[in-house]
């Protein structure tokens, strides 16, 4: 049973282009959660989406930031635009339902140059 | 809304002694509580939670953590570290009422020495 696939692992991106970034989730779960890791912080929740919906998007910057989840596929994060200000470890959980824990991929590390 | 403290951001110890790692939380509703570990360019993975029942928790790797209401509390201890317990750790809080929607604090990164 494979857990939570983050691809890729490392991105790097010049100022202004577009980062994707995926993630699939466990097998059975159909909740997904983004969370945004600063450099020397801790993690910052992001969006949380379940097939085909954004149930809650509350720590999602306003601009450039999108994500989906639809039902064939895995979830993306998009960032359209880059800044170096998005450099980040970016890190995808996901969860059979919503009181049941959610387990953490390996992340994907952007770097903005 | 809930937020978490954890008052060090680095804690140097050598091997084989105790560590604490203090986690402290504030919140609205009622929470339950976790410690994720995070090693060197690694995902998270988790050490131990609270969800209701025993306020002492154990949890993988020799590690217990103690939930205290009154203080609001969930502090992590290993009563012997080893050099592999070095990593960044997490303490989380998550609210009971719905979502699984964490609040992370800024994490510890525990540095065992030799």
């Known amino acids: 049973n494979a857990g939570v696939m983050q691809n890729p692992r490392h991105l790097v991106r010049r100022r202004g282009q577009e980062a994707r970034l995926r993630c699939s989730p466990m097998?059975?779960?159909?909740?997904v959660y983004w969370y945004r890791q600063l450099p020397e912080e801790g993690l910052k929740f992001m969006v949380y989406?379940?097939?085909?919906?954004?149930?809650?998007e509350s720590g999602m910057p306003k601009e450039r930031f999108s994500a989906e989840f639809p039902k064939e596929g895995p979830s993306i994060l998009r960032i359209q635009q880059v800044v170096r200000g998005d450099s980040a470890a970016y890190f995808c959980?996901?969860?059979?339902?919503?009181?049941?824990?959610?387990?953490f991929g390996q992340g994907t590390r952007l770097t903005v140059v | 809304a809930q937020s978490v403290t954890q008052l060090d951001s680095q804690v140097p110890v050598f091997e084989e002694a105790p560590v604490e790692l203090r986690c402290n939380y504030s919140s609205s509703v009622s929470v339950y509580l976790f410690w994720y570990v995070q090693y060197p360019n690694q995902g998270l993975q988790l050490l131990l939670k609270?969800?209701?029942?025993?306020?002492l928790v154990k949890g993988i790797n020799g590690f217990e953590a103690e939930f205290n209401k009154s203080q609001t509390s969930f502090h992590l201890r290993k009563p012997s570290v080893h050099i592999s317990d070095t990593a960044e750790y997490f303490c989380?809080?998550?609210?009971?009422?719905?979502?699984?929607?964490?609040?992370f604090g800024g994490g510890t990164r525990l540095m065992v020495k030799p």
């Open positions: 989406l379940q097939k085909e919906n954004i149930i809650d």
């Open positions: 989380a809080v998550l609210p009971g009422n719905a979502g699984n929607m964490l609040t």
């Open positions: 959980a996901s969860s059979r339902d919503s009181y049941t824990e959610a387990f």
């Open positions: 609270y969800l209701s029942g025993s306020t």
């Open positions: 097998k059975g779960h159909s909740h």
